[in-house]
């Protein structure tokens, strides 16, 4: 069964470092999509990326973060100079279309610890 | 804005018995929704989807119920196993407008399974 994959798994950065996640979707889903996890919190949306360009993005989604398409696979979350309060989970998600019946699939998760 | 929010935070069940896991939604142009699980550490996996124009849908062991005169949601989950243990988030999905492309997620039931 076809899936959402993430790398890296777990990622310890300090402050003010640059990270970025990856995730290559599932590959006839045009849809993509990066949502984040507080430890204990709700799944919160970022930002949405539809023919190469964001097609929604939350208030959390500020300047510090970008969002990428480099090839035809890969997706990535560039968090520009890290804080603390953006330790979580980041989930990569897709869809195929965004009509309805069209389910969102989550990756694993990628665990961002900034210390 | 929307939000999407659970009644209840906790659910302990005895295995075999049935569990009632509820949301609440508040925005009433939602016309999709699907049920996820959240295993430990691990990202959502759809459980089963349900859209406005339906009041009940039936999968593997679960159901979704949908009220939207109250703007209620439940997933009804049969037999009730060990394995069933994660935490479960409703999403609701507002198709078209400028908000159509991504979901809302609820705060998450844990549902704990006592063997």
């Known amino acids: 069964e076809p899936e959402v994959t993430q790398t890296p798994s777990h990622q310890v950065t300090q402050m003010g470092q640059e990270v970025i996640l990856r995730c290559v979707p599932i590959s006839n889903h045009l849809y993509f999509y990066w949502y984040r996890q507080i430890l204990g919190q709700k799944v919160e949306f970022l930002v949405s990326?539809?023919?190469?360009?964001?097609?929604?993005k939350s208030e959390i989604f500020d300047d510090q973060f970008s969002v990428e398409r480099p090839d035809g696979s890969n997706f990535t979350l560039k968090i520009r100079s890290t804080k603390l309060e953006d330790s979580a989970m980041y989930f990569c998600?897709?869809?195929?279309?965004?009509?309805?019946?069209?389910?969102?699939?989550f990756g694993e998760g990628s665990w961002l610890t900034v210390v | 804005g929307e939000s999407v929010g659970l009644h209840l935070p906790t659910l302990s069940v005895q295995e075999g018995d049935n569990s009632i896991i509820n949301c609440a939604y508040s925005?009433?142009?939602?016309?999709?929704f699907i049920w996820y699980k959240q295993e430990s550490g691990k990202g959502p996996q759809f459980i089963i989807d349900i859209r406005s124009n339906m009041d009940k849908r039936q999968g593997q062991r679960v159901t979704v119920l949908l009220n939207k005169t109250v703007k209620h949601l439940s997933l009804q989950i049969a037999a009730t196993q060990p394995g069933d243990s994660a935490v479960y988030f409703c999403a609701e999905n507002i198709v078209g407008g400028n908000t159509g492309n991504q979901f809302y997620f609820g705060t998450g039931t844990s549902l704990t399974v006592i063997p």
């Open positions: 998600a897709s869809r195929r279309d965004r009509g309805i019946g069209n389910t969102i699939y």
């Open positions: 990326f539809y023919n190469n360009e964001i097609s929604e």
């Open positions: 925005n009433s142009a939602s016309d999709y």
